[in-house]
Structure formats: structure tokens, C-alpha cells
């Protein structure tokens, strides 16, 4: 990789670290040149997933990207920024720091040493959790690929590409996993994530927010605010998991993960500045002839990214949950840190479901609700972000608001599925939610308004009339810094 002029080369990490080989042909940390058969099969397959970048990757043609790559997995300096050709990304295999005396902290192996193999009695269900958390990574891929053809500024083009190749990095981390440690069965699983798209009627994704197209950039911030977010918890159970391979590949995810919610969360707040400023300027709510999207259209997707995402946590009663909590398989949101025995067989705790139309709770064990209590803390997550964005709106002194709907709200999965409950938690009949399901819910229309607003911007330091800068750029540049070279000259 060269040293940019401009930037100079990157800080030596100073955290305690465990290097990564670069002169591999797949950058790791896991000793790959020691074990010739799994570098062997990694290697044949790591022609398959170039292949699935080509295609499948993102569509806009470019030179290079200013994108970070991992160096070491230490606390400090983990992280080296350059311009890259895409298709050159150092897709690694990256386990942070083991920590020789971990134990099992919580079910019924609780106290025992952590497990360096996978025990037989727990490799079907160890191999379920990898290829599903497998299976997502390549998708969001896939669902964002035509993107960059509209992107509001090569800020935002750069952090698109950032979140594709990390995403194909989480990608490389789990098929790793399969490869290493679930021999045959394993490497076909590895196949078979390459050859299920998104939104494939034949083969689709696993999970449903994952057959979704990604229509636009407003989605594609609520995306990365709320399923990337899902993606977080899923990643925090996982990464407490007895089995300790699985559990240091998936620390060092969520540290990749922090940024895409950062150009979430960001992303969302941009475009709700630069929609209040509309706003007020022209003195309506109705902005779309002033180049914004209406705050109405914004709740709408709003609505619709974080009921999609609910479903992800699944049933909110499920046996598989309390068992993989149990087996040591699974753990919950910060377990070290959570006040109780850590096994939960006496626990309870409430839960809301809906009975004779209306939403009643009931109690039930606690380990059979495991899900909820995952996605209960999601909620409370995604309510910082909302408040942050309310803020926006506070400060440029408009009454209007955006809130989280109801947890009820256009749910597939789980105890609300089959039933219409309002953004307000109200029960509704068929015809009720027939006739204003449009007004929660972004319709054809909406979406359609939106599409003419994204006009790609790609001259460095402009953004489209739709959202505002951001305050700083990507590693201390500045926001104008000249993150992407496309492929065409001219277009820049
Ligand atoms: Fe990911
Ligand atoms: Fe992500």
C-alpha cells in the first residue's frame, strides 16, 4: 500500500496489539501461514468473493477511495487511511486480543474455561448463528450497490464505500470461522453466502430487512442508523459467546461497526438540518418544491427502518434463545455487567402481546424471552439518536418532532405479527390500517419524491440541495478533501 503525500503514513498503534500479516495474500492475525490446508481453502475462495464484488459490489466506477484498513487490533491506533483502488482492499481475517484465562460467564458451563474448539453437542447451533450473522454482511452490500450513482457529496460517496468493504470484511470474518473450525459443512456454508442475494426470488437473504431495497439515501441513513444498530446487538450477544473464537471475531466487528452508525446517525441529522432550514425559510411544512424532504417523509422511512429492523431480534417468546443462553452459545447485551446469577432460571419478566384487540402484558421466564430483553435495549439506543435529531429541530426553533412508533407498528415477526397496531400503539382493524397505512408508511409517491431529489453532487466540498455538510471530515481532513477519485475524468 503507498503513503499518501497529503497524509503521511499512519501513527504506529500504541495499545497492546497482535500484528497483521500483510504480506499474506489474506491480511490476519490468526497465524494462517502455519495451517496450509485452511490457507488453501481460504485462498480458493477468495476468488468466489472477488468475483461477488464485481458484480454485486458497488456499481460506480472509481480510481480509488480514501478508506481505512485495520493494521492491528490493539485499543489505539488500529486503523490506517489511504487512497485504495476498491477491488485492492486488504480484506483480512482479524481476532482481537485473546485473553488466555476468559471463561464462560454465564449458563450452565458458567466458570469454566472458554472454548478454543466447538464442542459437538453445540456445533449445529453455533454454525445456525454464523451463517445467519454471515448472511447479512453481503447483503446490505448488495442492497446498496446502485447507490453511488446518486450520492450528495464524495463525503458521502467515501463513507458509502467505507461501510461496503467493512461490511465485506464482516463477511470474511465468519466465513473464516466456518472454514476454520466446521470443516466440509462449513466450507459449503461459505459457498452458499455468495450464492443467496438480496431480494432473489429463488434464493433471497436469510432475514426479511435484508431482501429490502435500498431505494435512496434517506434510506440508506436510516439503514445504517437502525439495521446496522440491530446489527450491533447481535454482534454484543455473539461476542459473549463460551465458543472464544467467535467472540474476539466479533469484538473486533463491533469496532468497525461504531462508524457506520456514526454515518447513521449523522446522516439522518444532516438532512433533518437541512429540512428545518427549508422550513423555516419558506415558512412551510412542505418543502419538496424547495429541493427538502418533508419531516413527514422523513418519520415515514423512519417509521418503516426501525419496524423492519424490530423483526430482526425475533420472536419476542423463543426456546432457541433460552437455549443458546443456557449452552453458553449466546450471551445478552453486556453480560459481565448485568446484576444477577447469570443462568436466569427463576427469572421472569413482562411482556406485551395482543389480546381481543387490545395490547395486554403477561409474565413469562425470563429465559424464554431473551429476545426482548436484546431488543429492549435496542429500543432505548435508537431513542438517543431521535432525541439527538429532535434537538436539531428544537434549535431551529420549529414545534415538530420525530419519535420512535409504537413497538407494535408493522410487525412481521413475533407476538404483534398479524395484527395492525398504530404508530400511537392503538389496535386497528383491517380497513382502519388499509386506509392510513399511507400516512406511516413511505408510499410509491414518497419514495418517488425523494428519487428526484437525488441528483448526485460529486464536486469536492459541494452537497446536494437536500441535506447540509457534515461539521468535520473523515480522519481530520477537511470536508472538501478529494475523497474519491471516480473512474471518468471529468466527472470531478
Ligand atoms: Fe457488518
Ligand atoms: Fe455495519
Known amino acids: 500500500m503507498s503513503i499518501d503525500p497529503r497524509t503521511g503514513p499512519a501513527p504506529a498503534p500504541t495499545g497492546p496489539l497482535s500484528t497483521i500479516d500483510y504480506s499474506e495474500r489474506i491480511p490476519n492475525n490468526v497465524n494462517l501461514a502455519e495451517d496450509r490446508r485452511l490457507q488453501r481453502a481460504l485462498e480458493g475462495w477468495q476468488p468466489k468473493f472477488l468475483d461477488w464484488w464485481k458484480t454485486l459490489g458497488p456499481a460506480l466506477p472509481t480510481k480509488d477511495v480514501y478508506l481505512r484498513t485495520a493494521i492491528a487490533v490493539g485499543r489505539d491506533g488500529w486503523a490506517h487511511f489511504d487512497h485504495v483502488p476498491m477491488e485492492e482492499y486488504r480484506w483480512g481475517i482479524f481476532l482481537a486480543e485473546r485473553d488466555p484465562d476468559r471463561v464462560v460467564n454465564f449458563g450452565k458451563h458458567k466458570g469454566e474455561p472458554a472454548w478454543q474448539e466447538v464442542p459437538g453437542e453445540h456445533r449445529a447451533d453455533l454454525m445456525r448463528l454464523i451463517v445467519i450473522q454471515g448472511d447479512t454482511e453481503p447483503a446490505s452490500v448488495e442492497q446498496q450497490r446502485v447507490l453511488g450513482e446518486t450520492a450528495p457529496s464524495i463525503y458521502d460517496l467515501r463513507n458509502l464505500f467505507q461501510v461496503n468493504v467493512e461490511e465485506g470484511r464482516h463477511l470474511w470474518a465468519m466465513v473464516y470461522l466456518l472454514?476454520?473450525?466446521f470443516g466440509r459443512e462449513g466450507r459449503e456454508e461459505a459457498e452458499q453466502l455468495l450464492k443467496r442475494n438480496s431480494g432473489d426470488l429463488d434464493a433471497p437473504r436469510i432475514l426479511g430487512a435484508f431482501n429490502e431495497e435500498t431505494t435512496d439515501w434517506l434510506q440508506f441513513f436510516m439503514f445504517t442508523y437502525f439495521t446496522d444498530r440491530d446489527g450491533k446487538y447481535q454482534l454484543g450477544t455473539l461476542k459473549e459467546s463460551a465458543f472464544d473464537p467467535l467472540a474476539r471475531t466479533c469484538e473486533f466487528m463491533l469496532k468497525e461497526e461504531a462508524h457506520h452508525m456514526f454515518i447513521g446517525t449523522t446522516g439522518v441529522q444532516r438532512t433533518v438540518e437541512r429540512t428545518a432550514e427549508l422550513m423555516k425559510e419558506h415558512g412551510t411544512a412542505d418543502i419538496l418544491p424547495y429541493g427538502g424532504i418533508p419531516l413527514a417523509v422523513i418519520q415515514k422511512y423512519l417509521n418503516f427502518q426501525y419496524s423492519v429492523s424490530l423483526d430482526l431480534f425475533g420472536s419476542e417468546q423463543s426456546t432457541n434463545a433460552g437455549n443458546y443462553y443456557t449452552s453458553g452459545v449466546k450471551g445478552r447485551w453486556q453480560?459481565?455487567?448485568?446484576?444477577?446469577?447469570?443462568?436466569?432460571?427463576d427469572d421472569t419478566r413482562e411482556m406485551s402481546l395482543v389480546e381481543n384487540g387490545r395490547i395486554v402484558t403477561k409474565t413469562v421466564p425470563m429465559l424464554s424471552a431473551l429476545n426482548l430483553d436484546l431488543r429492549d435495549e435496542y429500543v432505548a439506543d435508537c431513542a438517543n439518536g431521535v432525541r439527538r435529531w429532535n434537538q436539531a429541530l428544537?434549535?431551529?426553533?420549529?414545534?415538530?418532532?420525530?419519535?420512535l412508533p409504537h413497538e407494535g407498528f408493522n410487525r412481521k415477526?413475533?407476538?404483534?405479527?398479524?395484527?395492525?397496531v398504530s404508530p400511537d400503539g392503538e389496535v386497528l382493524d383491517d380497513a382502519t390500517w388499509q386506509a392510513r397505512e399511507g400516512e406511516w408508511l413511505p408510499t410509491a409517491?414518497?419514495?418517488?419524491?425523494?428519487?428526484?431529489?437525488?441528483v448526485p453532487e460529486y464536486e469536492y466540498g459541494k452537497f446536494a440541495g437536500w441535506i447540509a455538510p457534515p461539521q468535520t471530515g473523515i480522519n481530520d481532513q477537511p470536508v472538501e478533501f478529494d475523497y474519491v477519485h471516480l473512474a471518468e475524468e471529468g466527472l470531478v
Request: hydrophobic share 35%; no cysteine.
Open 179 to 181: 472454514h476454520a473450525y
Open 335 to 345: 453480560e459481565t455487567r448485568r446484576k444477577d446469577d447469570h443462568v436466569l432460571l
Open 394 to 403: 428544537e434549535d431551529a426553533g420549529l414545534d415538530e418532532r420525530l419519535t
Open 413 to 420: 415477526v413475533g407476538a404483534y405479527a398479524g395484527h395492525h
Open 445 to 454: 409517491e414518497d419514495r418517488q419524491a425523494v428519487a428526484t431529489l437525488m
